[in-house]
Structures are given as C-alpha cells and as structure tokens.
C-alpha cells in the first residue's frame, strides 16, 4: 500500500511535576499513536513546544521515560519554547507529529486534552 507524509496536531496541559509531564505527555502521544494507527517506524519527527512555566522536564526526555505505547527509541525527538504571548495558556506542551500513513487514511486525528481543548475546539469534538 502507498504511503504520503502527513502531520498530527496535539496539546496536553500539565502540572510543572516530573511526574506529572511524563504522565499527560505519554498519555497525549499514545492517543496521537492510536487514534491514527501510527507504527514507529513510520513516524519522521516529533517535535514539541512548551509554555515558559514548564520547567522540570524536557517533554521529549518525560516520553523516552515514560509508556506512550512505541517503541520510540529510534525517533527523532525535538523540543523548544512556544512564543510567550500575553494572556495565553500557561502549562502546555503541544506537539507536531510527522509520519507516514496510508495513503487510504484520509481522516486526521489530533488530540487535545487536560484542558487544552481550548485551544483547539474545532478539533477536540472529533
């Protein structure tokens, strides 16, 4: 079956703990894996942002750690500092998955959670 590069969306808001962001970034990567029937070796890059008050963990370090439902090992993690922005939503990690699918697989799946489906509600009623 043919395969096209194709890009998720996710959020997830976090307490500022170790614990914490391992928990809700695990949780956020393995609903994006799921959701879309994404296989580690079709994943090109994750890359995340985080707000400027997440300061205890690296969210690409709390994913190697923790259980996202792949063996990621082998994927290229990034992580930097989303823009500050004045009056905007403190404690998030998003992500921006880029991977392979089938070619068949028209629908996209993105996930927000914890509390960041408001920054997308347009996608978290999927």
């Given at each position: 079956?043919?395969?096209r590069l194709a890009a998720f969306r996710?959020?997830?808001?976090?307490?500022?703990?170790?614990e914490n962001i391992t928990e809700n970034v695990c949780l956020m990567c393995r609903e994006l894996?799921?959701?879309?029937?994404?296989?580690?070796?079709?994943?090109?890059?994750l890359q995340f942002t985080i707000t400027?008050?997440?300061?205890?963990l690296n969210p690409a370090t709390a994913l190697r750690r923790g259980d996202c439902g792949l063996d990621i090992t082998s994927v290229p993690l990034?992580?930097?500092?989303?823009a500050f922005i004045e009056g905007g939503m403190p404690l998030v990690v998003r992500a921006l998955l880029t991977t392979y699918v089938d070619e068949?697989?028209?629908?996209?799946?993105?996930?927000?959670?914890n509390g960041a489906e408001k920054?997308?509600?347009?996608?978290?009623?999927?």
């Open positions: 079956m043919e395969k996710g959020a997830v808001c976090v307490e500022n703990t170790p894996f799921t959701r879309n029937s994404i296989k580690a070796e079709d994943i090109v890059s400027n008050d997440i300061t205890k990034f992580c930097s500092q989303e068949s697989s028209a629908e996209r799946h993105n996930v927000y959670l920054l997308r509600p347009d996608f978290s009623n999927r």
